[in-house]
């Protein structure tokens, strides 16, 4: 089946450190992936996504590369922020389904202290 | 610019007790879902929508009705609520084009006591 799998947080970090957010995914076809941030008390925002495998989404800072050979979307930052604090989701896209239905992972809490 | 708007964003019930959880959307979206936030369990789908007039099941639809009258609505409905739905309610919209991104609620933390 499909499902995903993040590495386990919390994830606490100093200002300016380099973040790594492991996630990996078993999909029978070829989904999109996305990274999911969820600030304190709000909804899920879409970070960034990749919908073909080498496509490498990136938005504020944050980038990930659609591995397919290693099933693989790892978020990464060079250099993290306090405001970066928040709750990360690795999510496929359910391939073929056609209905907008996503799969996620259980979510990488990051602190950043300044 | 409202997207995608939950009410109420807090309730608290008593075992046994039914709600309905609104969502509306004003973004013209064919797909709709209901998910369930628990600790450790990122976020699991309850029901879906593809469009007016026709929903589905997803991974836990026990204990939850919705139904699509409309593309903008997409009610979920505790028949008889228990402390194990006791969780955070997002739904989420999506057009499809995007190839399954999805813009999401701010959430119901609903309480069962």
């Known amino acids: 089946g499909n499902s995903v799998t993040q590495m386990e947080g919390p994830v606490t970090l100093s200002e300016e450190a380099f973040l790594t957010i492991n996630c990996t995914y078993t999909?029978?076809?070829?989904?999109?992936l996305f990274w999911y941030v969820q600030y304190p008390g709000e909804g899920l925002q879409l970070l960034l996504k990749?919908?073909?495998?080498?496509d490498k989404g990136s938005n504020k800072g944050f980038e990930a590369t659609y591995r397919k050979e290693t099933t693989s979307f790892h978020l990464e930052k060079g250099s993290v922020q306090v405001s970066d604090s928040a709750v990360y989701f690795c999510?496929?896209?359910?391939?073929?389904?056609?209905?907008?239905?996503?799969?996620f992972g259980q979510g990488t809490t990051l602190q950043v202290k300044p | 610019n409202a997207g995608v708007t939950q009410t109420p964003k807090f309730q608290v019930l008593k075992t046994g007790q039914s709600m309905t959880l609104q969502c509306a959307q004003d973004?013209?979206?064919?797909?709709m879902s209901w998910y369930r936030q628990d600790p450790g369990m990122g976020l699991r789908l309850i029901h879906y929508?593809?469009?007016?007039?026709?929903?589905d099941q997803g991974e836990v639809p026990n204990g939850y009705n919705v139904s699509r009258s409309t593309t903008e609505d997409f009610p979920l409905r505790l028949l008889s609520a228990a402390p194990s739905q006791t969780s955070v309610y997002f739904c989420?919209?999506?057009?499809?084009?995007?190839?399954?991104?999805?813009?999401f609620g701010q959430g119901t933390r609903l309480t069962v006591v």
């Open positions: 973004m013209n979206h064919e797909y």
């Open positions: 999510a496929l896209s359910v391939p073929g389904s056609n209905t907008g239905k996503l799969i």
């Open positions: 929508s593809v469009g007016a007039g026709i929903t």
């Open positions: 989420a919209s999506s057009s499809g084009t995007g190839r399954g991104e999805a813009f």
């Open positions: 990749a919908t073909k495998a080498d």
């Open positions: 999909a029978t076809g070829y989904p999109s």
